[in-house]
Structures are given as structure tokens and as C-alpha cells.
């Protein structure tokens, strides 16, 4: 064991020494204006994130408005200060998932996903730090080099390690997720830092990872699956689990104060174009007890006529019998809130046709009509009206062959079951667990 | 652990060319699809992809990217449409349902696809009554880009008979390949028959 053990730092010193020996340190934060990265590892990872970008820049998945793209950006700015922010890039992204990343050259990417979850500046701020809080650390390039010494040591563990090897690649991956880890806590305590320092309310933070728990577990909930949220990560966990990161920022939280401000009104009016593209994103990923949490948090302070528009789309896709009546309800009360969108007026049409209340059905796809008289669907809409004006009973339109007309016992008459299933929340998460090795 | 991953490599390998079977469709020969009751007549030469876990069936000219042609044959109320378990945990697909209208299929199409495919961006298009099959159904069309950014174009009929789901749907680069396959795929579409089946 011993002589392996010696083998093993003989390999690993000859094999990082005359990098270690040509790698001359940076002495410049990353963010300095017109910075150029230092070294073949950090120029390396620069070139690669560069490549990323310029994909980034001309993705179609990318939001362009360029007054959400500016208040986020002077979000960041008041959060870590002009000096350091004014060399970041930002990136929108249209996915629905809850994330955000920073690579190495000062681009940031930011999920529609995070911002739908958000509830105010000081949240925003809080996220978005913690982020550039990787940038600032070079946490990347530590994870890179840190990434090369342990597959290093890993193959040299299997060489000569004999019996003994498989431990040793077992503590040489546990001790690199566990640095992933730790980076991780020092970006959300550089966050805290920054927010502490800024006019916004730093104790903001806990309660992003509070609600982000009991979505998971509403998500679980509605599919009847079991989940409790982690007290401790596993061992191959790249994040803090998300209670942790809770009590941390609330043991921070309560030793700087409750001051500042929340920004809750200002957050509320840049998202207000956008939030029913994000809830109509998130709603499509059949994750119905997510969905339904982050639309009851969001109506905390009343259900406006989008939140109520979401509800109804919710509840049709999932469409049980008692889903259909929610969710004509919901759309009621939306287009009597104000709601503009000619298209809640055929959603109602279709819900009550499911529901078989044929008149009302056809008047609500009428009144879709007419506002929308060339709608890409106004042959088909035309048709369902004709069908529910035509006769009672009928199966309309579904689970009937050739004419559109009746049958009697057909399944239409039938108990509906459940159209759709509910979700976990897709794909990486929080701010969370990189998915490609240039950024995290 | 290094020799467990090499070990699984190797058989990969070695099973690979059995997962990629694919088999020459005639042109003029009446073939049943999807393992259902649904049978099309092609008027060229399509290569069926073989995907066995996956209920559905799908046909290429030039290969998967350029243009696929696929077949959902009878799913049945709480299927989806890729076949994907109902209690899958992180990525749930939605599921056909019988009691739903036919409009409410190009949302199912979508929402698998987003599920399924990491699509975060896509759009219907346009709806229109058809027959399909020798049936009333609908005729939609849609876009969306995956990962790959190259922006896809898709037709899709679909008709729901006996309380089941039959469509088809083509899929191309809406650069070039869409208008070049559609005619073919059309040809299909209007070929396409589903048995009456006994309840």
C-alpha cells in the first residue's frame, strides 16, 4: 500500500511539475477592464468559453429584449459594484429549468427558469452574485486543473494500486466532488458579501432555496413520489444541498440584520412582458404540482389576470373532470380581470367542450373568432362550433370515427382519467450542478 | 470502476449494430405500421429506423436529421406518446388521453417534445380539419429548434378512432429539406388506412 501510495506522488509530481513550473500565476482579478487571461490552463479555458459565446450570441433559444437584458445587468451592477460588473456579458436563455452560469471570460448565462422563480431584485441580485462570485474566484480554472490531477491520479491509483485501488478512486472522486462543493458555499458566502455590502436586503437569499425545497416537493407530491430534501449531499453531490444553503445564508442572514431593500415592485414591472411566456414554458413540462407552487407563490400578493390565464392552461393540460371546471373558472376570472389574449377565450371553448357544456363552449370559440378572425386555426375552431351547436350528446370531435356526430356510449360519456402526469423540476438545477465543463 | 465503464463500452459496441437494424421499405407495398392497425402505402423508398424500446415507428429518406417520417400507432389512453413510464422522475411525458378533443393533440405533440427533448422553444402553427385515414382528424404544422439550432419544420396528421391516437408526422431542416421530403410524406399520409377495430 505504501509503496503504491509512493508511486502514486512520484507519477502525479512527474506529471505536473513542468506545467506547475511554466504556469506563471495571475495577478489580476478576472474582472479588470480589457483583462487577457495569463498561462496555458486560464488562456485555454478563455478560448474555449469565447467558442461557447459566440454560439450563445447567435442562439435562437437567446431572449434579446434589450430592457430585461439591461435591468439585469444593472441588477448585477448594483450588487457587486460598476467596477466589476461592467465587463460581464449576459445571456438570457429560453429554458424553463431553474439555473444560471458564469464561464470563465465574464459571460454569463441566466434561465428564463431562475427568473419565473424569483421574486424580487434583492433574490435576483443574490443569484446573479453568486455567480459572478465564481467568475471572481476562477473557480472554473480551479475545477479544470482540479478535474486534471484527480483523472491523473486516478489512472495512477488504477496502475499501482493493486487491491487497494478502487478505495483510492473512491476518495480521490470523493474529495473532488467535495471541493466542487466547497466552491460552491464560498460563492453563495461571496454572494451574501457583495449583497451586504449593496442597498439590497442581503438576507434576501434563504428564501430562494426555501421555496425551491417545497417545489421539489410539491413536484414529488402530485405524482406521488417519495421525496425529502436532503439534510446532507451525497457523495457525488456538486452542490451544498439545497437545506443546507438555507440554514447557512440564514445563520449569515441573522448575524448582518434584516436591512435593505427588497425591490419587489421593480423586479415585478421588468419581468411583467415576459412572465407569461415563462409561466406558459414552465407549465408545458407536465410537472403540475411544480407548476401549481410557483404560480401560488407568485399570487401570494393576489392572482392577477395572467397568474389566473397560467392556472387555467395548468389544469386544462392535466384535465381531469374536476380540472376542467378549475380551469373554466380560472379563465373567467382572467377575462374578467381584463385578460386581452384572444386565445383564453378558445381555451375556455375547449375546456367546456370537454366538459360538455356545448352552448357556452360555442359562444366562447365565437368570441375567440371574432377577435381573432384569421387565427392559423379558424377552420378547425369553426368546426368545433358547428359541432357543439349541432346536437346534444354528441361525441364531439374525439374518440369518434368518420362522422362527427354521436355515439351514444362512446367515450366521451366515459369517466376521463388523467391526461397527463406531474413532473420533478427538469433537468440541472439551482443555480446548480454545471452541464458542460466550461461553466458552472 | 474504469473497468466496469470499459466492459460496458465493449458491448455497446458489439450490440450496436443490432439496435440500428434498418430495413428497406418498397415503394407500392401496403405495410402496417407501429404495430398497429394503421397501414400506409409508400410511393418511394423510405428506411425504417428501428427503436425498440419506443412505441412508435419511424421512417428516414437520408437519415434521422434530414427527414423522419413517424408513425404513433393506437395509443391508448394513459400512454404517451414515446412510451415513457408514467412514474419516470425527471423528465414526465404527458399522456393521450381518450376523452380529450383532437386539438388537444398538437399541445400533447409539444409537451412531449419539450419533455422528452429538451425543446424549450416551440411553436404550432397552424390547425386545420382533414380527413386522415379515412377518418375526421386534423392536419397541423409546427417548428421548433433543438440543440442543434438548426430550426426544424414539422406536418403532422392525427386522428383519434376507437378511443385511440393514429398520426403521423414528418420532420425536416426547414432550410431545404422540409419542402424537398414533404411531397413524399404526403404521399404516405393519403395512403394511410386504419382497420375498424372490434371494441
Request: glycine share 8%.
Amino acid at each position: 500500500m505504501r509503496r503504491a501510495l509512493s508511486l502514486i506522488l512520484a507519477g502525479l509530481a512527474l506529471a505536473a511539475s513542468p506545467a506547475a513550473a511554466a504556469e506563471p500565476k495571475p495577478t489580476l482579478p478576472p474582472f479588470s477592464w480589457a483583462y487577457q487571461p495569463v498561462g496555458v490552463d486560464e488562456r485555454g479555458l478563455w478560448m474555449e468559453a469565447d467558442d461557447l459565446e459566440r454560439e450563445f450570441r447567435d442562439s435562437r433559444l437567446l431572449v434579446r429584449d434589450e430592457a430585461l437584458n439591461s435591468y439585469i445587468h444593472g441588477v448585477l451592477c448594483r450588487a457587486v459594484g460598476e467596477d466589476r460588473c461592467k465587463g460581464v456579458r449576459l445571456y438570457i436563455i429560453r429554458d424553463p429549468s431553474f439555473n444560471a452560469s458564469m464561464a470563465a471570460n465574464g459571460m454569463m448565462q441566466i434561465n428564463t427558469g431562475l427568473l419565473l422563480r424569483l421574486h424580487s431584485e434583492a433574490e435576483l441580485a443574490a443569484a446573479i452574485a453568486h455567480e459572478f462570485g465564481h467568475f471572481e474566484l476562477r473557480h472554473t480554472l480551479e475545477a479544470f486543473k482540479r478535474r486534471r490531477r484527480s483523472t491523473d491520479a486516478l489512472m495512477w491509483a488504477g496502475i499501482t494500486g493493486g487491491r487497494n485501488g478502487a478505495n483510492l478512486q473512491l476518495a480521490i472522486i470523493g474529495s473532488f466532488f467535495r471541493f466542487k462543493r466547497e466552491e460552491e458555499i464560498a460563492a453563495d458566502i461571496r454572494s451574501f458579501e457583495y449583497l451586504a455590502a449593496s442597498t439590497y436586503r442581503a438576507a434576501a437569499s434563504p428564501a430562494i432555496w426555501e421555496r425551491m425545497m417545497a417545489e421539489y416537493e410539491a413536484s414529488a407530491a402530485a405524482r406521488k413520489l417519495k421525496f425529502r430534501n436532503a439534510r446532507r449531499p451525497s457523495f457525488v453531490d456538486s452542490h451544498p444541498t439545497d437545506m443546507q444553503r438555507m440554514v447557512y445564508l440564514k445563520a449569515l442572514a441573522a448575524e448582518h440584520g434584516d436591512g435593505g431593500e427588497d425591490g419587489v415592485d421593480g423586479y415585478a414591472k421588468a419581468l411583467a412582458a415576459w412572465r407569461p411566456q415563462f409561466l406558459a414554458d414552465a407549465i408545458k413540462l407536465n410537472d403540475f404540482g411544480g407548476s401549481e407552487y410557483i404560480l401560488a407563490e407568485l399570487a401570494r400578493s393576489g392572482w392577477t389576470k395572467e397568474l389566473l390565464a397560467a392556472r387555467g392552461d395548468l389544469y386544462r393540460l392535466r384535465g381531469n373532470p374536476r380540472d376542467l371546471t378549475v380551469a373554466a373558472q380560472a379563465y373567467r376570472d382572467a377575462i374578467a380581470q381584463g385578460a386581452t389574449d384572444p386565445a383564453i377565450h378558445r381555451d375556455l371553448g375547449m375546456v367546456l367542450l370537454r366538459s360538455g357544456a356545448r352552448a357556452d363552449a360555442a359562444t366562447a370559440l365565437q368570441r375567440y373568432l371574432a377577435l381573432r378572425p384569421d387565427a392559423a386555426d379558424k377552420t378547425m375552431v369553426a368546426l368545433l362550433i358547428d359541432q357543439a351547436g349541432a346536437t346534444s350528446g354528441a361525441a364531439v370531435m374525439h374518440a369518434e370515427s368518420g362522422a362527427p356526430a354521436v355515439s351514444p356510449g362512446s367515450p366521451a360519456n366515459a369517466p376521463p382519467e388523467p391526461a397527463s402526469g406531474g413532473s420533478a423540476v427538469a433537468g440541472a438545477r439551482a443555480l446548480a450542478p454545471a452541464n458542460d465543463g466550461s461553466t458552472k | 470502476m474504469s473497468l466496469r465503464g470499459g466492459l460496458l463500452a465493449v458491448l455497446l459496441v458489439l450490440a450496436s449494430p443490432a439496435i440500428a437494424s434498418n430495413t428497406l421499405i418498397v415503394a407500392g407495398r401496403s405495410v402496417a405500421v407501429a404495430k398497429s392497425a394503421m397501414t400506409v402505402t409508400p410511393d418511394r423508398e423510405w428506411n425504417r429506423i428501428l427503436s425498440p424500446p419506443a412505441p412508435n415507428e419511424v421512417w428516414t429518406i437520408d437519415g434521422q436529421d434530414l427527414n423522419e417520417l413517424d408513425f404513433f400507432g393506437g395509443i391508448a389512453t394513459n400512454q404517451s406518446l414515446f412510451g415513457e413510464k408514467m412514474k419516470r422522475r425527471s423528465r414526465p411525458q404527458p399522456f393521450f388521453n381518450a376523452t380529450m378533443l383532437i386539438t388537444d393533440v398538437p399541445a400533447l405533440l409539444e409537451n412531449s417534445y419539450r419533455a422528452l427533448i429538451n425543446i424549450n422553444v416551440m411553436a404550432i402553427d397552424q390547425i386545420e380539419p382533414v380527413t386522415f385515414a379515412g377518418h375526421q382528424g386534423i392536419r397541423f404544422t409546427y417548428g421548433y429548434t433543438p440543440r442543434d439550432e438548426v430550426r426544424r419544420k414539422g406536418e403532422a396528421h392525427a386522428a383519434i378512432v376507437d378511443g385511440k391516437l393514429y398520426m403521423i408526422t414528418f420532420e425536416a431542416p426547414a432550410l431545404h429539406f422540409f419542402d424537398a421530403g414533404i411531397a413524399a410524406a404526403r404521399a404516405v399520409v393519403a395512403s394511410a388506412t386504419v382497420a375498424a377495430t372490434k371494441k
